[in-house]
């Protein structure tokens, strides 16, 4: 039967018109910056969204940053800015989201991580991880209520899952809502978060808290300017090395009052958050990819100007070749890996484990690329002003955020054997 079926098959190649093998295609000039024609995969309207996220980054963000990393500082007005430009919440459809593709938004994120992981991270906080888990588990209200704000950027969104004992074991913590002891249809939370995006100047937070009653854990929507004075504090985390430009802190609530309707009502367990992290997950692995190909970029113009030896340029020799072309390969399978999976994400035939593969994977590429090209600057890789040492502290922090990457290792690994290696 095989036989038959190759027989037929070429039969039909011998059908085919002869083409000169020489005149088949025109000669392919190979694109340094986007080496496998990653472009070719995208829709006219995402290469669109891409160049509006790309000017807007390089003409507004860039500017901004080295001040940003050394004053520690970030500059909530950028969220507003994105809000404007339809950026936050991209992939939600409707409460003014733009309702775009997965992929158009892992555009996005590899813009703005060109210019910086700490502005990504801040976008990525209120549209993946609050935004998409309102989206995703909120109530009607809670929807029409928050969505918009946080679209436009005028409120500000955090997400509290970390604890200071509970970093790669969320399903430990401590944080507990009891029912309130004077104050009917309300409950009470207590506990701290740490190392939390956007916390000390966020209006609305994503906190995670066993409910007490059923030891299960809830997600609740906690507004400030509804928590009563010392019920709670978000002291920020400062003198940070990495992830400068943007805000981190706690979230330290002592019985804060949080009215019932604030909980989301169907999703209990890990799932919740989770949910929310594959959404976010997705987003670094395209983000990390921006953040290494502005490496590339950097380190290839210097390499062309910096002279060395009979007035060469550094670019001239094999083991600086070397560098741009290892970086340079892991920066295109990681675009083609995860527009994939932002395909099929959109499909419906996502695994989180395939999330799991990209965040990992491109993230430890980026940083052990990002770290070499350092190289290639000498002592300027020190200043600030070639940007690379910065990436490379940044890259860091993401390999480390939103579960590490061993811990992706050991997701990856439960999934092929079948045996859970945590406990
Ligand atoms: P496990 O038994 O694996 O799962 C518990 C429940 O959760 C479900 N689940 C998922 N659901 C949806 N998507 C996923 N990816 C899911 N993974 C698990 C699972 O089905 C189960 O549901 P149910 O209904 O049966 O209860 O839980 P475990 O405790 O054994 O988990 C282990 C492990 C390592 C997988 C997990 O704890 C983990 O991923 N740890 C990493 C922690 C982490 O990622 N933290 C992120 C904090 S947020 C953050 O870092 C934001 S930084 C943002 C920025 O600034 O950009
Ligand atoms: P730990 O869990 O203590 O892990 C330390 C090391 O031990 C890691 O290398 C880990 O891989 C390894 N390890 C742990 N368990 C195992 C095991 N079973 N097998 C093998 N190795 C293991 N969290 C939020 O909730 N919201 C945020 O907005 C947020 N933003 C952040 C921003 C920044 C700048 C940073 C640095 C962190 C942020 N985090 C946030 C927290 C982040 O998600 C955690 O730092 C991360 O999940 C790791 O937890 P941990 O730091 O407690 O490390």
């Known amino acids: 039967m095989i ?27 190979f694109n340094w910056e986007d080496p496998l024609d ?9 290469l669109a969204i891409q160049e509006t996220a790309k000017s807007y980054c390089q003409e507004r963000m860039l500017p901004r940053v080295l001040d940003a990393y ?45 210019v910086d992981s700490g502005y990504r991270s801040g976008m990525s906080v209120q549209s993946s991880l609050v935004m998409g888990g309102i989206d995703e588990f909120g109530t009607q209200e809670q929807k029409d209520k928050y969505l918009p704000s946080l679209a436009k950027g005028k409120m500000l969104g955090c997400f509290g899952l970390t604890e200071p004992n509970h970093g790669s074991d969320p399903g430990s913590m401590e944080t507990i809502a009891k029912p309130h002891p004077n104050k009917e249809g309300y409950l009470s939370i207590s506990g701290a978060k740490t190392w939390i995006t956007n916390s000390p ?3 609305l937070m994503l906190v995670w808290a066993k409910l007490q009653t059923t030891g299960k854990i809830r997600g609740f929507l906690i507004e400030r300017n509804q928590c009563p004075p010392g019920t709670l504090e978000t002291p920020p985390l400062k003198n940070k090395n990495g992830l400068r430009a943007s805000v981190t802190g706690m979230i330290q609530l002592d019985e804060c009052p949080v009215p019932e309707a604030n909980m989301f009502p169907n999703i209990e367990g890990l799932r919740g958050p989770f949910s ?13 990819m921006g953040a290494l190909e502005d490496c590339i970029a950097r380190a290839r113009t210097y390499a062309l100007e910096r002279r060395q030896f009979k007035h060469n340029p550094i670019a001239k020799y094999q083991l600086v ?30 695994a989180p484990e395939m999330v799991s593969m990209i965040k990992r994977q491109n993230c ?41 990457s061993d811990i992706h290792a050991l997701i990856l690994g439960r999934a092929i054997t079948g045996i859970q290696a945590f406990v």
């Open 276 to 288: 929310c992290l594959n959404s976010a997950r997705y987003g670094i692995a395209w983000g990390v």
């Open 201 to 203: 100047i966020a209006e």
């Open 321 to 350: 070749q070397k560098k741009l072309s290892d970086a340079t390969t892991d920066a295109a399978y990681g675009i083609l890996a995860a527009t994939q999976v932002g395909r099929l994400k959109d499909e419906g035939k996502m």
């Open 70 to 114: 050394r004053d520690e500082h970030y500059e909530r007005k950028i969220l507003e800015e994105m809000g404007e430009l339809g950026l936050l919440g991209a992939t939600i459809k409707g409460y003014d989201c733009a309702g775009v593709s997965s992929v158009a938004s892992g555009l996005i994120t590899r813009e703005v991580e060109r």
């Open 38 to 46: 990653s472009a070719s995969l995208f829709t006219e309207e995402e």
């Open 3 to 29: 036989r038959n079926a190759l027989r037929r098959s070429f039969a039909n190649v011998a059908k085919l018109p002869i083409i000169s093998k020489r005149h088949a295609h025109a000669p392919v000039a």
């Open 364 to 404: 430890d590429r980026a940083l052990v690329n990002a770290r070499i090209l350092q190289e290639v600057f000498g002592g300027n890789a020190v200043s600030d002003e070639y940007h690379i040492g910065r990436h490379v502290a940044n890259l860091f922090v993401t390999q480390t955020y939103e579960g590490q």
